[in-house]
């Protein structure tokens, strides 16, 4: 029975709640695997900590209702506003699931709670891109030196796995070259204008729609792509890149001339990150790039992701999804978790 | 160090041969795997066995230049003809892989090799359909039984991974329906179609270009599709779901007229394979399909095949890849092989 702390109660937290409340029953069967939430810490939502198991029902009902789990139900157990470090070193969880607000930028708190926790023996598994773009390889020997694991499959594409799937099922490959479409939010202003919409009107029905953030500048100008690019280079390609060296250009140049000159050209713009292997250099930029219609990520739509790896064996594979949402993350960590339990990559 | 016999040193044996040699010490280096090949039966090439292991490099060179094995020179330790069983039982090989010409009807003798093999402690990895198709359950059971591995991930999508990535990456998922072009050959001939030939001239180009065989009837009549979506629906989906259990169709009632009407549509044909679970009850068929434009398997170009996962957690995703060639299906017993040692799935 694997003993799980949240850190963070937000959308990601509560999907992954719903899916253990929901499917429990049907994992236990199909794979083996329990777990069990007994610590929830959550900086705007409070705190909650019962070593025997929370009612996760009641917790999901409650900040539902309230927005805090101030509601939640004395026990002789219960212990209240644990801090997200007291969480880590102070309850029985052996897992981590890390999910807190978390600035990409510096990767904090998140890169803190994992050092805590690896040197506390637990695993973490989150979904915050920072600490992965940021400090793969400290945070990676940290876990390692602690006998303990770190999963992060949902910092690029979400619950799809662009992470997993070449590290288990393409190993042995050498992969010359990585190309993706990594975030949804640009991909959709881009068919949007090619149906018409100026770039203006594109990021305000994405806005309206909750693809695009009221500050939409990590999207557009290319930053979220770039933090996945660089995890993609770094875990998938065994790489030592870091986010500054990847040259970055964003969406927002495209005019709707360029999206005519595209069409006339029978080809389309997309947002494509990309990393290259070549002669032992490694060579990465996110940047608008005129594709052929034919391209294999000529068609991915709206909001969905895609990614190709070029292998020297197993030739150009290309997996394709859902790059966001409430379950697909929550999934995310679900897989990580399962890995874990059944000692998988 | 994995110890290999091949039954059989056609292409796909001589791919994976081809595999090893050039990528011993890097496969090695990166996942500590190291394999040696000890045995090589094949009914109309030869067969030599040496416990220390073969110079496959020679063995390449002769087979290539000669047509058989007879001229690999002899040593103190060398053995020669010993059969398929004889090499599964007799030799010091811990796994075998069975890349015989297998009748996919029968799925012999590929069937009998696996049981021999398991019966014996053997892992089994192999690219035959045939067996998967006809005797999933059986011989996975057996293979339980016996503490062994039996690999087949070239089955479906040669080295895409088509089974095992739902396996690893997706487990916990509910997976309701699967769709796919698992027929490279059917793919390119409704392509050719498209762009104005006829039914005959695309079989006529398809058969040139090596993709269809001189009896073609495998493929454009639909059977090979159905092979594989029994394998992915009783691996992938865990259902008992038998070869005659899928309704069958081909693309040889497809028109010009049909072609057409389809463009004016938005739409286009595919050879669609397809595997859904509704309340309990599981329907599967393969048959031509008119698909919209923007669906995600619309744009699989030429020989590429792809596969559509529907996942009630972690949303649709789409795999594509090759479905065949040398290297790529060498590669898919490369990673079943891996996996074994990795003890993954």
Redesign the interface.
């Given at each position: 029975m694997q003993k799980l702390a949240l850190l963070g109660f937000g959308t990601v937290g509560q999907g992954l709640a719903e899916?253990l409340l929901a499917?429990q029953d049907?994992?236990k069967a199909?794979?083996g695997?329990e777990g069990k939430i007994v610590a929830i810490s959550d900086v705007m939502k409070g705190s909650i900590y019962d070593p025997d198991g929370l009612d996760i029902e009641k917790a999901l009902q409650i900040v539902k209702k309230t927005g805090t789990l101030d509601d939640y139900p004395d026990n002789e157990r219960l212990i209240r506003d644990l801090d997200s470090f007291e969480t880590i070193e102070q309850t029985n969880a052996d897992t981590i699931v890390e999910v807190t607000f978390t600035d990409v930028k510096t990767g904090q708190p998140a890169i803190e709670h994992c050092k805590t926790a690896f040197a506390s023996g637990k695993h973490v598994v989150m979904s915050n891109k920072g600490p992965v773009a940021l400090a793969y390889k400290e945070l990676s020997e940290l876990a390692k030196q602690n006998g303990v694991r770190w999963g992060f499959?949902g910092t690029v594409m979400?619950?799809?796995?662009a992470l997993?799937?070449p590290l288990?099922?393409?190993?042995?490959?050498?992969i010359k070259e990585i190309t993706g479409i990594l975030n949804g939010t640009t991909n959709y202003m881009l068919l949007r204008m090619e149906e018409g919409l100026s770039y203006e009107e594109a990021l305000k029905e994405a806005q309206e729609l909750g693809y695009a953030e009221a500050d939409p500048t990590s999207d557009v100008e290319g930053f979220d792509a770039r933090y996945k690019i660089v995890i993609l280079a770094n875990t998938v390609m065994n790489t030592v890149l870091k986010v500054d060296d990847v040259s970055c250009d964003g969406i927002t140049q495209i005019t709707p001339y360029d999206i005519k000159k595209a069409k006339t050209l029978g080809k389309r713009w997309k947002l494509i990150a990309r990393v290259r292997k070549e002669d032992g250099v490694v060579k990465a930029s996110v940047q608008p790039e005129m594709i052929d219609e034919?391209h294999?990520l000529?068609?991915v739509?709206g909001v969905l992701n895609a990614v190709s790896f070029n292998?020297d064996?197993?030739?150009?594979?290309?997996?394709?999804?859902?790059g966001a949402?409430r379950?697909?993350t929550?999934?995310?960590l679900?897989?990580d978790l399962?890995?874990i339990y059944?000692?998988?990559?």
């Open positions: 899916i499917k049907l994992l199909e794979t695997w499959e979400s619950g799809t796995p997993r799937m288990t099922a393409l190993a042995g490959n050498e034919t294999p000529a068609q739509q292998c064996l197993a030739g150009t594979i290309t997996l394709s999804g859902p949402g379950l697909e929550g999934y995310s679900l897989i399962l890995n059944r000692n998988h990559l």
